[in-house]
């Protein structure tokens, strides 16, 4: 298992996928994180992001352990459900892979990749991860697991840091076998440099940052898991997925459909009767209540309509007899 070090407040080098390493300055994110987010609230609403800083976390909500993403972009800022946002990546942050020994593990030199950088970038989606929730920081006081699932989507991601002495830590690396002959050597590769690059340990009051890497455009759906032990022993775990919109794609595609629910009555099938035909019983029953009322309403006329010999007045509540005898 990987250790996760905090680079908050410390200087980054960012490596400038052109071909060049590049200093970069010390970190500006926002530090809403670090001063606690207990009291921020939380939404519901769907929305795309595609500039500005978001990290991924774990918070406690009614005390129920949650892996959600703490929105940055906007004020006040907001804590959202993985799959409530849509990170859109678009050509853009597209590059090639310089031919350097230290990237190798991206693929070959000379091939297209998209990339949201370490350090922030204007114009570019800033994601990164955070373990300095107000009340995570209270109950929990060893390492968060951090491990990746499953990643769906058309090619391969990976994502690693780059230390203040430019040293790259795969953390991660997943996804299906791509066409690309590139794509799948970057994700053996990756493999090759991090044994156990599928599950990482993030210490409690971390707020770190990576380069996130997608070897192809299209959408991509990462899945992973955040685990961590209370100081009364007790595991809290949970599992959800980022949404990534890559290239020129559109980002709402990004989302899975809503639950509509169960369809409505009327547009379920009535079951088949051992004759063959339908069964409605909710039909039958007002077509039976209808009745009753119909009844109801010709007794009542028949005793409104009585003669004042006490004869019932029967045509003028049923017609004409049919045999035609008049009376």
């Known amino acids: 298992m990987v250790a996760v070090t905090s680079f908050v407040g410390s200087t980054l080098v960012a490596v400038a996928l052109a071909g060049a390493t590049l200093v970069a300055p010390p970190a500006t994110a926002t530090t809403a994180m670090e001063q606690g987010t207990a009291s921020e609230p939380a939404t519901e609403e769907r929305v795309v992001i595609d500039d500005g800083h978001v990290d991924i976390g774990p918070r406690f909500v009614d005390g129920e352990w949650r892996l959600q993403l703490h929105d940055d972009t906007v004020r006040p800022m907001v804590w959202r459900r993985l799959s409530d946002v849509v990170l859109a990546a678009d050509d853009g942050v597209r590059v090639e892979i310089p031919d350097d020994p230290a990237l190798a593990f991206l693929g070959e030199p000379g091939t297209d990749v998209w990339v949201l950088p370490q350090n922030q970038q204007p114009g570019v989606v800033w994601p990164g991860w955070s373990t300095q929730d107000d009340e995570v920081a209270e109950r929990i006081t060893e390492p968060v697991r951090w491990r990746l699932e499953n990643v769906e989507g058309p090619g391969n991601v990976v994502l690693y840091l780059t230390s203040g002495l430019g040293d790259h830590q795969v953390l991660f ?35 770190a940052h990576g380069s996130w890497v997608f070897t192809a455009p299209g959408v991509y759906r990462i899945t992973t898991t955040m685990e961590a032990t209370d100081t009364d022993g007790v595991t809290h775990t949970d599992t959800a997925t980022l949404q990534v919109a890559v290239g020129d794609v559109d980002p709402t595609e990004g989302f899975e459909p809503l639950d509509e629910g169960p369809a409505a009555a009327t547009d379920v099938e009535p079951e088949a009767t051992p004759d063959g035909s339908s069964s409605d019983v909710p039909v039958m029953a007002v077509v039976a209540l209808v009745g009753v009322l119909v009844a109801a309403l010709v007794a009542v006329a028949v005793v409104r309509r009585r003669r004042p010999g006490g004869t019932d007045d029967v045509e003028a509540a049923t017609g004409p007899d049919p045999g035609g005898t008049e009376r």
């Open 173 to 207: 690396a997943g996804g299906p076998s791509s066409t690309d002959l590139a794509a799948d050597q970057a994700a053996d590769q990756a493999a090759d440099q991090a044994a156990d690059q599928r599950e990482i340990e993030v210490p409690i009051d971390t707020h």
